[in-house]
């Protein structure tokens, strides 16, 4: 049973489901530039189709975030930490050929980084039930996606030596 919210509980949980709506900007803008770098058609197709997955849990997100505070100011886009992340990564590809592999190895560390924040966020106990079914949802959805980035790499690693 969950308790009651007060405001404070309730600016936390906002604080929070915010930052995991920016990273999953994040996510859409970086799986989209993945995509552009990648020279397997397969590996294109796959990016692209993931950066349309974050584009739906954002959604779904931000609308979770609407109910708990309809008057809650707007939802930021993207996080500066994405924003020097992708930059990173535009570095790289100038600096290099940046390959299926080191693109995917990129992939790789931003969704660690994203599951851990969901499970930090799902450690507070005070999180709304409803909003934690969305949360757990989408967690799994993110291990789904992890879990399919480290075949890809072990494919790769695979037809490379």
């Known amino acids: 049973m969950t308790k009651p919210q007060n405001n404070m509980d309730q600016e936390k949980h906002i604080g929070a489901l ?5 990273l999953l900007g994040d996510s859409v803008k970086g799986y989209r530039e993945a995509a552009s770098q990648v ?16 584009a739906t849990l954002k ?34 590809e100038a600096l290099s050929s940046s390959s299926d592999r080191a693109v995917l190895d990129e992939c790789h560390r931003g969704e660690d ?7 930090t966020v799902l450690d507070d106990e005070d999180i709304p039930g ?7 949802k989408q967690v799994a959805q993110v291990g789904v996606a992890r879990a399919m980035v480290e075949d890809l790499q072990k494919k790769l690693e695979l037809a490379e030596n």
């Open 113 to 119: 980084f994203l599951v851990d924040r969901y499970r």
């Open 130 to 136: 409803e909003l934690r079914v969305l949360l757990r």
């Open 39 to 54: 020279k397997s058609p397969e590996l294109k197709v796959f990016m692209s189709n993931l950066s349309a997955e974050r």
């Open 59 to 92: 959604q779904d997100l931000g609308q979770a975030v609407h109910r708990l505070s309809p008057d809650h100011d707007k939802l930021d886009e993207g996080t500066l930490k994405g924003d020097l992340h992708r930059a990173w990564m535009d570095i790289r």
């Open 18 to 22: 915010k930052d995991l709506y920016q």
